[in-house]
């Protein structure tokens, strides 16, 4: 009696096209520099050429970078390599900190001094924690944010489960008039829940259009200056498109 053989796919697909397929490069020119950096494994074996042909449901596995305390530090230098914001010597307000990748790049730019404000507790990384230029305060909500003993004149805003419309007045009543403010707009926190799937994922290009349409209105609205408008060169959770927006408060 013969044995059942699993299907092979016979469909084959570029490995760079395979990435942003899945979600794990934002784009063609991301998905490529991960291959030219070694990072994308699969089957055994590690790719080194983009346009190689493989099966289209080979799992491919992105091997993580340590150069920063989380993957987010990987996106920050992005719209700070692309606009004028110096961050040496300025203090920084850093929203949503996490396990500190926004942090680590900050302090690898030259800041001052770092706040790292997070509702949660305990992810922020040790080295960073250890570090005299950082001033954790974990378990505190941004809009619950105690009266510090300097204005920060820069702040990093990285999100989730709330719009960034109630983030914004916080943000500023926290630092100094015109501060450099880069804030990472996500989809999924700013479109209605209707226009989410059960993935947490916005795929819709004009919902996601809109959704970045709508943080930066409001800015405009309340008189924040808007200074660029940048795509994420590495995509959110589960291949959610993300945004940079450079604002200055009033």
Known sequence: MSRAVAPVSSRRVRVDELLVQRGDAQDLTSARALVMAGRVH????????????????????????????????????APLDQWPIHVQDRICLDVGASTGGFTDVLLRRGAERVYAVDAGYGQLAESLRQDPRVVSLERTHICELPTLSESPNMATIDVSFIGLRQVLPCVAEAVAPCADVVVLVKPQFEAPPSD?????????????????SSVVSWAV?????????????????????????WLRTP
């Open 42 to 77: 699969g089957a055994g074996r590690r790719y080194t050429q983009a346009g190689l042909q493989i099966p289209d449901d080979t799992e491919l596995r992105v091997k993580a970078t340590r150069e920063y305390a989380s993957r987010g530090g990987e996106k920050l230098v």
């Open 196 to 212: 989410v799937d059960e993935r947490g994922v916005v795929r819709d290009r004009l919902v996601q259009g809109r959704a970045l």
């Open 221 to 245: 609205e309340h008189h924040w200056r808007v200074g660029g408008v940048l795509r994420s060169p590495l995509a959110g959770p589960a291949g959610n498109r993300e945004w940079f927006v």
